[in-house]
């Protein structure tokens, strides 16, 4: 008897004072809310058919601020977001109940803890986009702005692999990240340029340069350093002859990009030329795998520059000087960005080349 009236008193402690914020869908009636509880937490409820002892029945999971925008992006359904409401595994699931029915008179209600069951859950397949209300995103604590409306299409054609898909994504990807870096630094104020610099120095100069992995964890990181509002997204995929793909990201991006690939298409020979002129200088020199501290002599330093500037023209790649700096005045990691840059846009036009792809 001792033991059951302090399991109850444990459960009486648990109960949370909370609130509504957002009514994310209403049919005949609220069907799935946010909510606040104590101590900033965030909980989204589905009205379920029925809790015992309750006339409008919510289920109710916590979840992180980083789980809830990736809901409010699209990123997740409403079943993953009950299932899995932390991103990281060891983060315990909490789940609660409360009666829609008796919210007070200053919209407060108490959270009880409940024992989930499977009929508790939401179907799969439901996104933020299958919601009915408008939004007041301030009352969750997040920014979810969203400047990502400007549309890249790419129009295919021909025959096409499942692989090559996510080949020429993630081209498309690695040069996307890149040249958004880099119109970065150029459209920063001083303030925000000298932080960005610094920031992408560490990027530029914390990669070894001396194998495949090196280049794949730099384009990550760079990846990284895009702001959510840039982030590139898939917009549509249509696959027919002919059909195409639809991107949204950075405007000014988009056409640096653009630029690249009429230029690479155009000057491919040439653009080759100096790729393979600079990287056997590279390799005769055995500056390859050296660390990226090595500069070499000034007269090294000048032939490297020539052939760095004669790509970047060809490919038509602006903010050479602000690689350079970010480099820490090096260039021979200059000449292995740049090179790297090169085999990805290379790698991006061998699809405009065959005619599979186009602007």
């Known amino acids: 008897?001792?033991?059951?009236?302090?399991?109850?008193r444990r459960r009486r402690r648990r109960r949370r004072r909370a609130s509504i914020n957002n009514i994310l869908i209403w049919l005949e009636g609220p069907q799935l809310v946010t909510i606040s509880g104590s101590r900033n937490s965030s909980w989204i409820g589905v009205a379920v058919e029925e809790i015992e002892g309750m006339e409008y029945p919510f289920f109710c999971v916590r979840l992180s601020k980083k789980s809830l925008k990736r809901y409010f992006d699209g990123k997740v359904d409403l079943w993953s977001l009950f299932c899995f409401p932390f991103q990281s595994s060891s983060d315990a699931r909490e789940y609660m109940a409360f009666d829609y029915a008796k919210i007070d008179s200053v919209g407060e209600f108490l959270l009880n803890p409940i024992s989930p069951k499977e009929?508790?859950?939401?179907?799969?397949?439901?996104?933020?986009?299958d919601n009915t209300e408008s939004i007041d995103f301030e009352k969750e604590g997040i920014d979810v702005s969203n400047d990502n409306d400007d549309e890249y299409k790419v129009n295919i054609?021909?025959?096409?692999?499942?692989?090559?898909?996510?080949?020429?994504?993630?081209?498309?990807?690695?040069?996307?990240?890149?040249?958004?870096?880099?119109?970065?630094?150029?459209?920063?104020?001083?303030?925000?340029?000298?932080k960005t610099i610094s920031?992408?120095?560490?990027?530029?100069?914390?990669?070894?340069?001396?194998?495949?992995?090196?280049?794949?964890?730099?384009?990550?990181?760079?990846?990284?350093?895009?702001?959510a509002n840039d982030a590139l997204e898939v917009k549509e995929i249509k696959?027919?002859?002919?059909?195409?793909?639809?991107?949204?990201?950075?405007?000014?991006?988009?056409?640096?990009l653009d630029d690249a690939i009429k230029s690479m298409t155009d000057d491919f020979y040439l653009a080759r030329k100096s790729y393979s002129s600079l990287g056997?200088?590279?390799?005769?020199?055995?500056?390859?795998?050296?660390?990226?501290?090595?500069?070499?002599?000034?007269?090294?330093?000048?032939?490297?520059?020539?052939?760095?500037?004669?790509?970047?023209?060809?490919?038509?790649?602006?903010?050479?000087?602000?690689?350079?700096?970010?480099?820490?005045?090096?260039?021979?990691?200059?000449?292995?960005?740049?090179?790297?840059?090169?085999?990805?846009?290379?790698?991006?036009?061998?699809?405009y080349r065959d005619g599979r792809a186009a602007i």
């Open 1 to 8: 008897m001792d033991l059951v009236v302090s399991r109850r």
């Open 119 to 129: 009929d508790y859950f939401p179907g799969k397949g439901i996104f933020f986009e």
């Open 157 to 194: 054609d021909g025959s096409w692999a499942l692989s090559e898909f996510s080949y020429f994504s993630n081209k498309v990807a690695s040069v996307y990240s890149f040249l958004h870096c880099i119109r970065t630094l150029e459209s920063s104020d001083k303030d925000e340029r000298s």
């Open 199 to 227: 920031r992408l120095r560490d990027t530029f100069v914390n990669h070894p340069w001396n194998g495949g992995f090196s280049y794949v964890h730099f384009y990550n990181d760079l990846s990284s350093c895009v702001p």
């Open 239 to 256: 696959y027919a002859s002919p059909g195409h793909i639809s991107l949204c990201g950075h405007k000014t991006t988009f056409d640096d």
């Open 280 to 351: 056997a200088f590279l390799r005769a020199n055995k500056l390859v795998d050296n660390k990226e501290d090595l500069k070499g002599s000034i007269q090294v330093q000048d032939i490297i520059e020539k052939y760095v500037r004669e790509m970047c023209e060809r490919m038509s790649l602006n903010g050479l000087e602000d690689i350079y700096e970010s480099c820490n005045g090096n260039w021979i990691t200059t000449a292995k960005i740049v090179m790297s840059f090169y085999r990805r846009i290379k790698d991006l036009t061998d699809f």
